[in-house]
């Protein structure tokens, strides 16, 4: 049986022990996600509402996490969205839908609370059957101007974002120490870091844009 729920205290370690598993060697040789759920919690952007813990059996095997994020219209107008990050399903459980039940439950959540759209960073094929399209189809640019290829929108409000050109402006709780995770990853149990071809594909991926 499965049950999603808030994450508790007593599931901090878990969760991050979770996160740590889904992300090692997926992007660099380690990884940093783990550090990032530590610190995160304690933002003021983070929002607890939609911390979310799935349960299979009684045993936690997924996460995901939201905070505040900012879209700023031509004429200055500021609307408060959201972004979430990471999601974390444990490697033997991921390809089976837990992640998207995870999504679906959290977006239900999201819309209650009244928030009207999602931008994230993430590779569009994880992304774009959960209703996710490029920022570019929604006129939602990086500070910069330009469109990055891993930046996807989604309207929890139908139209709630048209007829406008937007900037992306994230929270700084995604904003930590390189050398303090560094430091947080070698004071847990060891694991293999190695190179494998999907750092290769998020390097490619996260410096690429669309472009008209």
Same mark, same amino acid.
């Given at each position: =049986? ?12 878990i ?17 940093m ?6 610190v995160?919690?304690?933002h003021?952007?983070f929002i ?10 009684g045993?936690?095997?997924g996460?995901? =996490?939201y905070?505040k ?45 009244g928030?009207?759209?999602i931008?994230?960073?993430g ?7 959960r209703?996710?399209i ?8 990086a ?5 990055? !290829? !891993?930046m ?5 409000e139908?139209?709630a974002?048209?007829?406008?050109q937007w900037?992306y ?20 149990e ?9 750092q290769?594909?998020?390097?490619? =991926? ?7």
């Amino acid at each position: =049986m499965t049950v999603i729920r808030n994450e508790e205290e007593k599931d901090c370690r878990i969760v991050e022990d979770i996160t740590r598993k889904a992300f090692y060697n997926q992007y660099m040789p380690g990884c940093m996600e783990h550090y990032l759920v530590h610190v995160m919690r304690e933002h003021e952007d983070f929002i607890r509402e939609l911390d979310f813990v799935l349960e299979l059996d009684g045993k936690i095997i997924g996460n995901i =996490m939201y905070t505040k994020a900012w879209l700023t219209g031509e004429n200055g107008e500021e609307k408060e969205i959201l972004t979430f990050g990471p999601i974390s399903v444990l490697p033997e459980y991921q390809r089976k839908g837990y992640g998207t039940m995870l999504m679906e439950h959290s977006f239900r959540k999201a819309k209650e609370l009244g928030y009207q759209a999602i931008v994230i960073f993430g590779s569009p094929a994880n992304y774009v059957g959960r209703g996710f399209i490029s920022c570019r189809k929604y006129r939602v640019s990086a500070e910069n101007g330009k469109f990055p !290829a !891993a930046m996807l929108v989604k309207e929890l409000e139908e139209g709630a974002l048209e007829g406008k050109q937007w900037v992306y402006r994230g929270s700084s709780a995604m904003i930590f120490s390189e050398e303090e995770a560094l430091k947080y990853d070698e004071s847990l149990e060891p694991m293999e870091k190695r190179h494998q071809p999907s750092q290769e594909e998020f390097y490619i =991926m996260s410096r690429s844009f669309v472009e008209e």
